[in-house]
């Protein structure tokens, strides 16, 4: 078979286009094949997935108003209530009580006729006093005395004490006793009235006591009687509102303490949700919305209150519905993106070394084998970032292509193959 000059010329052309071929993918075969991308502007959007349990923003408790013990129980934890429905019976020793106020009244009546017996014998001593008083400051011998009873006994013995002053001051003047004998009978006297005024005091302190403890005694018999209307009226204790029955701590037979609780009550479709998030989380503010969800339900929630904490930030969400139950857990999502625009990169660009962080820029040359890639390391300064991009604050200035991804370890200078060139440079 004989070949034509445009035969051979047509092989030895394809001859040379696949030894191009290979040339090339031998050349290349070699390389760190990478990954481009571009720079962006836009906004960052944040995310954090936590995870919170549900339980009712209001409830209504019931306490012990006396204690008692629990009688027959109508309820269940997680039953419907409705307000006023009976909710179970308290049982009271009223007898007790009533026998703790007879003996208060009995205390009480004592005190008063101890106070009635101090007060007349204070009285007494006072009048006593005032009439002595009057006859010392007259100066005359002789007064006409007016009180009878106690207090004429004791007007007796202050003219006894007067009389024997007198009688000693005259056998003094007539020299027939000593001035120490005369001043003992002077000190008799003093000493007399100094008793009287003392026992006084220490009777108006008597009495001031005496009025504190019957005053006590009236308040713990005001107490006693509310007990009993209290008894009266927390027979039955019924629901304050109409809700679900959260706890219930109410059994027959049981004796519970005044104050105790009882039983509560969750009111309302109102929902909080309590869960934690990272300390650097800076973006989940009150007012806020997020998403909760579980296998049954995905509904909204709104941020109420951040609290920071050592470990990390609390944070407190309203959610409103009639399909969630006290203690249902939940999947809680925050997203916000923000209002602010940035330059941004795939955090999966980014490296880092001891100089800082840097991109790896690609560029394009003329090589052995034609147009080829290589890289240029970009210093940049990174700023914030969300779980998908970071935002570079210096550093970038055309949006030129950058290295997202490489199956091999990279420095500056190296040559590699572009697997999506047609996204960025025309051929």
């Known amino acids: 078979m004989k070949l034509n000059k445009k035969t051979i010329g047509a092989l030895i052309f394809m001859f040379l286009l696949l030894l ?22 836009g906004g960052l959007s944040k995310l954090e997935i936590s995870s919170g349990i549900a339980s009712w923003a209001e409830t209504e408790t019931v ?4 204690g008692g013990t629990a009688g027959r129980v109508f309820v269940r934890e997680g039953d419907k209530a409705e307000k006023g429905q009976v909710l179970f ?20 009546a004592k005190l008063e006729t101890e106070i009635r017996n101090l007060r007349l014998r204070l009285n007494n001593i006072k009048e006593a006093l005032a009439e002595e008083t009057a006859v010392e400051n007259s100066g005359s011998e002789k007064t006409a005395r007016t009180l009878s009873g106690q207090a004429g006994l004791i007007t007796m013995e202050f003219d006894r004490a007067r009389l024997a002053m ?11 006793l000593s001035r120490n004998e005369l001043v003992n009978t002077e000190n008799n006297y003093k000493a007399l009235f100094f008793k009287y005024q003392a026992e006084a005091d220490e ?23 509310k007990i009993l209307g209290d008894y009266r009226s927390n027979a039955v204790i019924t629901a304050p509102a109409s809700g679900i029955i959260l706890g219930l701590a109410a059994e ?29 989380n800076n973006f989940v503010s009150p007012g806020d919305t997020c998403e909760l969800s579980n296998a049954s339900h995905v509904l909204s929630g709104t941020v109420r209150q951040v609290k920071p904490g050592v ?27 923000s209002a602010a625009s940035f330059i941004l990169v795939p955090n999966s660009a980014i490296n880092q070394d001891n100089d800082g962080y840097f991109l790896y820029q690609i560029k394009q040359r003329k090589g052995v084998m034609g147009e080829e890639y290589y890289l240029e390391r970009l210093n940049i300064f990174p700023g914030d970032s969300d779980h998908q991009n970071t935002a570079v604050i210096r550093g970038i200035t055309f949006y030129e292509p950058i290295v997202l991804a490489s199956n091999k370890a ?18």
Do not use: W
């Open 20 to 41: 191009l071929f290979f040339s090339k993918t031998i050349y290349t075969y070699n390389m760190p094949q990478v990954t481009g991308t571009k720079p962006k502007r």
């Open 63 to 66: 306490y012990a108003v006396s």
């Open 89 to 108: 019976e308290m049982g009271f020793d009223v007898e007790a009580a009533q026998r703790r106020f007879a003996e208060t009244a009995n205390n009480i």
């Open 166 to 176: 007198q009688n000693a001051l005259f056998s003094f003047e007539l020299g027939v």
């Open 203 to 225: 009777l108006e302190h008597t009495l001031s006591i005496k009025f504190i403890d019957i005053e006590n005694l009236r308040l713990s018999q005001e107490t006693i009687r």
């Open 252 to 280: 027959k037979g049981k004796y519970f303490p005044e104050n105790a609780f009882l039983v509560s009550i969750g009111i309302g479709r109102e929902f909080t949700v309590e869960c934690s998030v990272s300390l650097d």
């Open 311 to 337: 470990q990390g930030k609390t944070v407190i969400i309203a959610v409103a519905s009639d399909e969630i139950a006290d203690g249902e857990t939940f999947t809680v999502t925050f997203e916000k993106n």
């Open 410 to 427: 990279l420095s500056a200078g190296l040559t590699v193959s572009l697997k999506n060139p047609e996204d960025f440079f025309e051929n």
